[in-house]
């Protein structure tokens, strides 16, 4: 192992807070709640401090690199640079408030070693995929990723989850192949996978170009399965059927977190943004983020369930992130990038929220919701902020990425974008604002709707603690990420800092 | 220390399971710890042996004093040395699960035989000529043979017979190209066939002879035909011991003919190796994944996998050391898995007692270990990171796309899809109440232990792949000047 001294360890804590409990939990017996409680807050901690001294340090102009032998000509790079960090802090913070959720989620459920134990991998291999240095440490991580998730999203063992976790497979597994293949060419012409600011693509030869291009299509082919772009989101909604923190954690920072992250990588810092426009990918990029944003909120309309309706939500707010980095420019880059954050913060509130109703009141559809508002006011609150923030509405963190995106898409002198953004936006409204019309302003029904067998009675109270204060935590944040966007600690300066460095070497 | 690099490591390797299989021919009641001495011993011989490579370059040992071309020479190389460590640790791996495995009476039978045929993969990997070979690669297909048989039951037998006679035609063949050569060049040595071969008919012929007869051991498609029916029906330990070490041994054999005698002008017959290779991976996973129950799918995987390892012919051209880098590496990770697989499978019969995939009945929660082991070998058969499966499946893409070979990285990409969709079919029932629902049978700690530490394995050597070309290019440096390492104890 060269590279170790220094600052190398910190990227190999990072990574090993989470595996460490992780394994240690696939061996806790069933009933050691409390060991396994501790072990999984306390590797969430330690994240969360790791995350924190690399943030301080690099803020401070310090890197942390760690680099070992792989593959010939090959090593395994991690590195925190401000973009991994940003994907980093998303992940400890909201990987601590899942913990806490699932603890309180599964309460007496069976297999949590298993599940806590997977749990943990997943987060393991988010945090290797935001610091991959280069293209081959960031195939393993995000192969590992789908491999890890798997046993999640057929958790319940039910005939329904294995089809689900069949699904599931065939479109991740296939695009991880597309991926691979991409990958394995781009390293026979280039003989480097590293990632760099203007990437590593622009002094070679044009002959090159067409195959680049047909590359390039591999490549965002493979990340856009588990971005959800269209046409390869189909696996998304059908692995609804996985237990709710599994559904929050999935899309507000695992899977479709790092299909988005990667397609940021790939047109950064292998392609470099320059050098992508000048082929002349980025456009078509663009339209298929901007057609997956109307397609995903036109679905989303249509689905009763609520769950799945938030699904094809998510299938539509991640390709802002795409949208943006596909628009060349600084202000849309950072719209894109910063949607990174603002849609883990409510998307997750919002799924928090769906698992409580569901957990306290057995509410799984839309049609059922009606005036659950004052039975769980914190909940319904939390849930409003995110809703809210989807839509767009300031000062809620969603506001600030369409800004962002719409003041970029002219600035770049792309005008299509803006009827785009207005369009989604309303569509949001259309298919939230009448779940918080039901909510708030319509009567509850004589009773809920029959809890499922493993019945919990929560008496006058709205709900567990541990299931209450993650969404309302989740929601302030995605409020305060708005509210203080221009502090010096918002997730929006540092975004800024990206985008500095990415347009202004 | 000098002292113990002067020991013949590569003679030990050979004659202790020969003892110790001759003991458990003689003391029946002592087969059980006499297999587990010998095999533990081999390990630490072939340690050695490692060691002293690794100290002294390339390994040769005159028996009996008398050298090529008269006498018979042990020799090891990196590519050999990989082989024996493979052979080794699989073979470890696969005592240990063997111990609990088989009832009083059928251990009886299994532990000489074994015994004897890591004897002879010992010596199969530590010659230098192809008469040697022939003896030991014969040597291996009896044991194998007889392994198969071993129950007695009607359908081993039947799968015996089968592969009783592929084997024979294979050594049949295999033996008539040894002649025809020796007829041309006057030597068996494959050092000195090395310096006096000439394209002309006869050696054209020994070619076409030789590969067809090892291709039929290998199992490469279509002569696999009798693979599957023989590594289902076997009992587990069994399974696992062809199809990870015996199978690769007539691989080796031709590996090292291709190397170092027919690579330069055979072109033509690389690309058709390395056609049948691409056919083997698509039918075979194919085949695999039509399959209901588990053995019978393990088998065809290893059919499958086969076609890998003959996908490195066509794509040699990148140079010898890759090459055989690149063989070594992907028979070793092979190894890894499919033993961790098929000793799964064992384990899997035992729990339920049947393989009916769709019955599995909950075995993730009632017998984590075991779908742990075949989940992990599975990530590597796959191929996908992190795993050994994965990093061979990216040298041989590698080499591929270099090569502009389009065709068969996009085969090999299919075949990790196909690989994909069997291994989650079987881990997918895993999780799901079968219908009608059975009492699980303990299975021994040990033997999930067994197969989950070969599967770890494969895991590991994902991240070995410098170790490994290190070993192989060590001995292409020492090869440079050969005078000077050759030397006798």
């Given at each position: 192992m060269d590279g170790m001294s220094g600052n190398a360890w910190l990227p190999l804590m990072v990574v090993a807070s989470a595996l460490l409990p992780g394994l240690i939990i696939f061996g806790l017996p069933e009933e050691k709640v409390r060991l396994r409680t501790v072990l999984n807050l306390s590797g969430a901690f330690a994240k969360i401090f790791f995350t924190g001294w690399m943030l301080w340090g690099v803020y401070h102009g310090n890197s942390y690199e760690m680099r070992m032998a792989f593959l010939p000509g090959l090593d395994l790079v991690l590195r925190a640079d401000s973009l991994s960090l940003l994907f980093i802090a998303l992940s400890s913070v909201l990987w601590l408030l899942t913990t806490v959720y699932a603890i309180g989620y599964l309460e007496n459920s069976p297999h949590r070693s298993r599940f806590f134990g997977f749990f943990s991998l997943c987060v393991t291999s988010t945090s290797g995929v935001a610091m991959s240095g280069n293209l081959i440490t960031f195939l393993l991580f995000y192969e590992l990723l789908t491999l890890v998730t798997y046993p999640l999203v057929v958790h319940r063992g039910t005939e329904a989850a294995r089809r689900a976790g069949q699904i599931y497979l065939t479109y991740t597994i296939s695009g991880g192949a597309l991926l691979l293949l991409g990958v394995v060419w781009l390293y026979a012409i280039t003989g480097t996978l590293e990632f760099s600011p203007q990437g590593i693509l622009y002094h070679l030869d044009t002959t090159y170009h067409p195959a680049l291009i047909a590359i390039f299509v591999l490549l965002i082919a493979g990340l856009g399965v588990k971005a959800a772009l269209v046409p390869l989101h189909g696996w998304l909604p059908e692995a609804m059927v996985a237990p709710a923190p599994v559904s929050a954690l999935l899309h507000a920072v695992a899977v479709v977190k790092a299909g988005a992250f990667g397609i940021v990588r790939v047109v950064y810092d292998i392609y470099g943004i320059d050098f992508a426009a000048e082929l002349g990918v980025t456009g078509p990029l663009a339209m298929l983020a901007a057609v997956t944003i109307l397609y995903g909120s036109l679905r989303a309309l249509a689905q009763d369930n609520l769950k799945r309706r938030l699904a094809f939500s998510t299938v539509s707010q991640v390709s802002y992130i795409t949208l943006g980095v596909a628009i060349v420019g600084p202000l849309a880059t950072i719209g894109g990038v910063v949607h990174l954050v603002h849609q883990g913060l409510m998307k997750i509130t919002l799924f928090f929220c769906a698992g409580n109703l569901a957990e306290t009141l057995g509410i799984h559809k839309v049609r059922e919701m009606n005036g659950v508002g004052r039975r769980m006011p914190w909940t319904m609150a939390a849930f409003t902020l995110g809703a809210f923030g989807m839509i767009g509405?300031?000062?809620?963190a969603g506001f600030i990425s369409k800004w962002y995106l719409g003041l970029g898409a002219l600035e770049a002198g792309e005008p299509w974008v803006i009827p785009v953004l207005i369009g989604s936006s309303l569509l949001n409204a259309a298919y939230f604002l009448p779940i918080l019309h039901r909510a708030w302003f319509r009567d509850p029904p004589d009773s809920w709707p029959v809890m499922r067998d493993t019945a919990r009675d929560f008496g006058d109270k709205e709900t567990a603690w541990a299931l209450l204060l993650p969404p309302v935590i989740t929601a302030l944040l995605a409020l305060f990420a708005g509210l203080l966007a221009s502090t010096w600690f918002s997730p929006l300066e540092w975004v800024q800092l990206i985008a500095q460095r990415a347009f202004y070497h | 220390m000098s002292s113990l690099l002067a020991i013949d490591w590569g003679v030990i390797a050979i004659l202790l399971p020969l003892a110790g299989g001759t003991a458990c021919v003689l003391w029946p009641a002592l087969s059980k710890p006499a297999g587990l001495i010998s095999v533990t011993g081999v390990v630490l011989a072939i340690a050695g042996l490692g060691w002293r490579i690794m100290e002294n370059g390339i390994y040769r040992h005159a028996v009996g004093g008398w050298g090529a071309p008269l006498g018979i020479d042990l020799f090891a190389d990196g590519l050999s040395l990989i082989m024996l460590i493979m052979t080794a640790l699989v073979g470890l791996g696969i005592s240990f699960y063997a111990r609990r495995y088989f009832s009083p009476r059928d251990a009886v039978r299994f532990w000489p035989i074994w015994l004897f045929l890591l004897a002879a993969l010992n010596a199969l990997f530590l010659s230098a000529d192809i008469f040697n070979l022939y003896v030991t690669l014969e040597m291996t297909g009896l044991a194998a043979v007889a392994l198969t048989a071993l129950t007695g039951r009607i359908d081993a037998l039947g799968g015996a017979m089968r592969y009783l006679l592929a084997t024979l035609l294979g050594s049949l063949a295999y033996l008539l190209g040894v002649a025809l050569l020796y007829h041309d060049a006057g030597s068996v040595d494959i050092a000195t066939l090395a310096q006096r071969i000439q394209p002309n008919a006869a050696v054209w012929t020994a070619l076409g002879l030789m590969s067809a007869g090892l291709a039929l051991k290998t199992a490469l498609f279509p002569l696999s035909f009798w693979l599957p029916p023989a590594h289902a029906s076997a009992p587990a330990p069994v399974s696992a011991l062809l199809s990870a070490l015996v199978v690769k041994a007539s691989f080796y054999i031709l590996l090292r003919l291709w190397l170092e005698l027919f690579g330069d002008f055979a072109q033509g017959a690389s690309m058709l190796l390395g056609l049948l290779g691409a056919a083997a991976i698509l039918w075979g996973s194919l085949q695999a994944l039509r399959q209901t129950r588990i053995k019978l799918l393990v088998a065809y995987s290893t059919v499958a996998q086969i076609g890998y390892l003959f996908l490195i012919y066509p794509l040699a051209s990148a140079g010898n050391g890759i090459a055989a880098g690149m063989a070594a590496y992907l028979a070793f990770s092979h190894a890894l898995a499919k033993s961790a697989m098929f000793l799964a499978a064992g384990n899997l019969m035992l729990f339920g007692g049947h393989d009916r995939i769709a019955d599995l009945d909950r075995a993730v929660q009632r017998l984590p270990l075991t779908v742990a082991a075949f989940a992990l070998a599975g990530v590597s058969i796959m191929g996908l990171p992190p795993s050994s499966g994965f990093v061979g499946k990216w040298l041989l893409l590698d080499a591929a796309m270099s090569q502009g070979r389009w065709d068969l990285a996009v085969v090999m990409i299919i075949g990790g899809l196909l690989a994909a969709g069997y291994i989650f079919k079987v881990l997918g029932y895993a999780f799901t109440q079968a219908e009608v629902p059975h009492d699980a049978r303990a299975v021994p700690a040990g033997m999930e232990w067994a197969a989950l530490l070969l599967a770890i394995g494969a895991i590991l050597l994902g991240f070995m792949a410098s170790e490994i070309f290190a070993l192989i290019a060590v001995d292409l440096v020492v090869n440079a000047d050969e005078a000077g390492t050759v030397w006798t104890a």
């Amino acid at each position: 192992m060269d590279g170790m001294s220094g600052n190398a360890w910190l990227p190999l804590m990072v990574v090993a807070s989470a595996l460490l409990p992780g394994l240690i939990i696939f061996g806790l017996p069933e009933e050691k709640v409390r060991l396994r409680t501790v072990l999984n807050l306390s590797g969430a901690f330690a994240k969360i401090f790791f995350t924190g001294w690399m943030l301080w340090g690099v803020y401070h102009g310090n890197s942390y690199e760690m680099r070992m032998a792989f593959l010939p000509g090959l090593d395994l790079v991690l590195r925190a640079d401000s973009l991994s960090l940003l994907f980093i802090a998303l992940s400890s913070v909201l990987w601590l408030l899942t913990t806490v959720y699932a603890i309180g989620y599964l309460e007496n459920s069976p297999h949590r070693s298993r599940f806590f134990g997977f749990f943990s991998l997943c987060v393991t291999s988010t945090s290797g995929v935001a610091m991959s240095g280069n293209l081959i440490t960031f195939l393993l991580f995000y192969e590992l990723l789908t491999l890890v998730t798997y046993p999640l999203v057929v958790h319940r063992g039910t005939e329904a989850a294995r089809r689900a976790g069949q699904i599931y497979l065939t479109y991740t597994i296939s695009g991880g192949a597309l991926l691979l293949l991409g990958v394995v060419w781009l390293y026979a012409i280039t003989g480097t996978l590293e990632f760099s600011p203007q990437g590593i693509l622009y002094h070679l030869d044009t002959t090159y170009h067409p195959a680049l291009i047909a590359i390039f299509v591999l490549l965002i082919a493979g990340l856009g399965v588990k971005a959800a772009l269209v046409p390869l989101h189909g696996w998304l909604p059908e692995a609804m059927v996985a237990p709710a923190p599994v559904s929050a954690l999935l899309h507000a920072v695992a899977v479709v977190k790092a299909g988005a992250f990667g397609i940021v990588r790939v047109v950064y810092d292998i392609y470099g943004i320059d050098f992508a426009a000048e082929l002349g990918v980025t456009g078509p990029l663009a339209m298929l983020a901007a057609v997956t944003i109307l397609y995903g909120s036109l679905r989303a309309l249509a689905q009763d369930n609520l769950k799945r309706r938030l699904a094809f939500s998510t299938v539509s707010q991640v390709s802002y992130i795409t949208l943006g980095v596909a628009i060349v420019g600084p202000l849309a880059t950072i719209g894109g990038v910063v949607h990174l954050v603002h849609q883990g913060l409510m998307k997750i509130t919002l799924f928090f929220c769906a698992g409580n109703l569901a957990e306290t009141l057995g509410i799984h559809k839309v049609r059922e919701m009606n005036g659950v508002g004052r039975r769980m006011p914190w909940t319904m609150a939390a849930f409003t902020l995110g809703a809210f923030g989807m839509i767009g509405v300031p000062p809620v963190a969603g506001f600030i990425s369409k800004w962002y995106l719409g003041l970029g898409a002219l600035e770049a002198g792309e005008p299509w974008v803006i009827p785009v953004l207005i369009g989604s936006s309303l569509l949001n409204a259309a298919y939230f604002l009448p779940i918080l019309h039901r909510a708030w302003f319509r009567d509850p029904p004589d009773s809920w709707p029959v809890m499922r067998d493993t019945a919990r009675d929560f008496g006058d109270k709205e709900t567990a603690w541990a299931l209450l204060l993650p969404p309302v935590i989740t929601a302030l944040l995605a409020l305060f990420a708005g509210l203080l966007a221009s502090t010096w600690f918002s997730p929006l300066e540092w975004v800024q800092l990206i985008a500095q460095r990415a347009f202004y070497h | 220390m000098s002292s113990l690099l002067a020991i013949d490591w590569g003679v030990i390797a050979i004659l202790l399971p020969l003892a110790g299989g001759t003991a458990c021919v003689l003391w029946p009641a002592l087969s059980k710890p006499a297999g587990l001495i010998s095999v533990t011993g081999v390990v630490l011989a072939i340690a050695g042996l490692g060691w002293r490579i690794m100290e002294n370059g390339i390994y040769r040992h005159a028996v009996g004093g008398w050298g090529a071309p008269l006498g018979i020479d042990l020799f090891a190389d990196g590519l050999s040395l990989i082989m024996l460590i493979m052979t080794a640790l699989v073979g470890l791996g696969i005592s240990f699960y063997a111990r609990r495995y088989f009832s009083p009476r059928d251990a009886v039978r299994f532990w000489p035989i074994w015994l004897f045929l890591l004897a002879a993969l010992n010596a199969l990997f530590l010659s230098a000529d192809i008469f040697n070979l022939y003896v030991t690669l014969e040597m291996t297909g009896l044991a194998a043979v007889a392994l198969t048989a071993l129950t007695g039951r009607i359908d081993a037998l039947g799968g015996a017979m089968r592969y009783l006679l592929a084997t024979l035609l294979g050594s049949l063949a295999y033996l008539l190209g040894v002649a025809l050569l020796y007829h041309d060049a006057g030597s068996v040595d494959i050092a000195t066939l090395a310096q006096r071969i000439q394209p002309n008919a006869a050696v054209w012929t020994a070619l076409g002879l030789m590969s067809a007869g090892l291709a039929l051991k290998t199992a490469l498609f279509p002569l696999s035909f009798w693979l599957p029916p023989a590594h289902a029906s076997a009992p587990a330990p069994v399974s696992a011991l062809l199809s990870a070490l015996v199978v690769k041994a007539s691989f080796y054999i031709l590996l090292r003919l291709w190397l170092e005698l027919f690579g330069d002008f055979a072109q033509g017959a690389s690309m058709l190796l390395g056609l049948l290779g691409a056919a083997a991976i698509l039918w075979g996973s194919l085949q695999a994944l039509r399959q209901t129950r588990i053995k019978l799918l393990v088998a065809y995987s290893t059919v499958a996998q086969i076609g890998y390892l003959f996908l490195i012919y066509p794509l040699a051209s990148a140079g010898n050391g890759i090459a055989a880098g690149m063989a070594a590496y992907l028979a070793f990770s092979h190894a890894l898995a499919k033993s961790a697989m098929f000793l799964a499978a064992g384990n899997l019969m035992l729990f339920g007692g049947h393989d009916r995939i769709a019955d599995l009945d909950r075995a993730v929660q009632r017998l984590p270990l075991t779908v742990a082991a075949f989940a992990l070998a599975g990530v590597s058969i796959m191929g996908l990171p992190p795993s050994s499966g994965f990093v061979g499946k990216w040298l041989l893409l590698d080499a591929a796309m270099s090569q502009g070979r389009w065709d068969l990285a996009v085969v090999m990409i299919i075949g990790g899809l196909l690989a994909a969709g069997y291994i989650f079919k079987v881990l997918g029932y895993a999780f799901t109440q079968a219908e009608v629902p059975h009492d699980a049978r303990a299975v021994p700690a040990g033997m999930e232990w067994a197969a989950l530490l070969l599967a770890i394995g494969a895991i590991l050597l994902g991240f070995m792949a410098s170790e490994i070309f290190a070993l192989i290019a060590v001995d292409l440096v020492v090869n440079a000047d050969e005078a000077g390492t050759v030397w006798t104890a």
